[in-house]
């Protein structure tokens, strides 16, 4: 086991890896950034962009804050 996953071993394999996240919507409407925090049940993103369909990404300022209730679908996305 490398140095780094035996120091960050309290972290979620997930926490600090680009995500797609499905939103629970009557539209289908996603969000894409890098998970940056988990706590509870919600979730931080950063450098997030919203996802719609017929239409290119809109990328948002700032973090973005979802509760796991909002979420039909989360998705890690390869390195």
């Known amino acids: 086991m490398s140095l780094w ?9 997930c926490l600090c890896r680009r995500v797609l996240i ?7 409407t996603a969000l894409q950034g890098v998970l940056w925090s988990s706590r509870g049940a919600w979730f931080t993103l950063k450098d997030a962009a919203v996802l719609k369909a017929r239409t290119p990404p809109a990328a948002l300022d ?7 209730r909002n979420i039909a679908f989360f ?5």
């Open 5 to 13: 996953r035996w120091l960050a071993f309290w972290r979620p394999p």
């Open 22 to 28: 499905t939103l629970v919507s009557d539209e289908a």
């Open 62 to 68: 700032g973090e973005v804050v979802i509760h796991r």
């Open 75 to 79: 998705q890690v996305l390869p390195e």
